[in-house]
């Protein structure tokens, strides 16, 4: 297959498995999803969504989040991990956003980056799920695929949405990152990989990770 074959391959194939998709983090509007993606951070979607709706029942607005203290966010977000950063970030984030932005999530990755806590996947995140803007966020499963399919070198994220931006149109973007992730938890997971049920990698997989795989199942 040339390139641009396994591209088609990839797109027809996720399109089929996932025609709906559905949004992995539970969220109303953009800034509960902009504080959902923070938390997401070294957590799994599922757990968030169990606690969000604790937090959010206290505070799902910047006016609200910033009456509570930072400690009493640290207690209810602390099943997420790293508590004590993210719990800064979001009551510092929700002062910023009322201070510069009325109150309001900011439509710019600029803007989003410049928060407390955002970094560039979550700002891709927001400006895709929630204005509709092409971005192409990268997580631990897209990255994983985009290796195993030989789309990137795998070297770090960053050079993975690179690859990906490059090799996807653009008007694909949005529902493509999320019907990577689906597929990657459900067909290419990391661990307990089983390559039969994995229809794209074992169709245009990369030789070295087919071989590997080979290796260890003998």
């Known amino acids: 297959m040339t390139k641009q074959e396994k591209v088609d391959f990839v797109i027809n194939t996720l ?3 996932y025609p709906q998709i559905p949004i992995p983090l539970d969220h109303k509007d953009p800034y509960t999803l902009l504080i959902a993606v923070l938390l997401s951070a070294q ?17 799902d ?3 609200d989040m910033i009456k509570m203290s930072v400690e009493e966010i640290k207690d209810i977000i602390r099943p997420c991990g790293l508590s004590p950063m993210k719990s800064k ?12 932005h009325e109150g309001l999530v900011p439509q710019s990755f600029e803007a989003l980056e410049a928060l407390p806590a955002v970094g560039h996947k979550t700002a891709s995140v927001v400006m895709s799920q929630a204005f509709g803007v092409p971005a192409f966020p990268v997580d631990t499963h897209i990255h994983r695929l985009m290796y195993r399919w030989n789309l990137t070198n795998g070297k770090n ?25 689906w597929y990657g938890r459900e067909y290419s997971p990391a661990r307990g990989w089983d390559l039969n049920k994995d229809i794209i990698t074992k169709t245009i997989g990369r030789a070295s990770v087919l071989r590997d795989y080979e290796k260890v199942k003998k």
């Not at 969504?49 to 029942?57: E, Q, V």
Request: proline share 3%.
């Open 15 to 17: 399109n089929t498995l």
């Open 43 to 59: 957590c799994t979607d599922v757990r968030v969504n169990k606690i969000t709706p604790l937090l959010f029942a206290q505070a």
């Open 61 to 63: 607005t910047p006016y």
């Open 89 to 100: 970030g979001i009551h510092g984030l929700s002062h910023i956003l009322i201070e510069k």
């Open 157 to 181: 994220v960053t050079q993975t949405e690179k690859d990906a931006k490059r090799l996807f149109r653009e008007n694909t973007w949005n529902d493509l990152h999320l019907q990577m992730i």
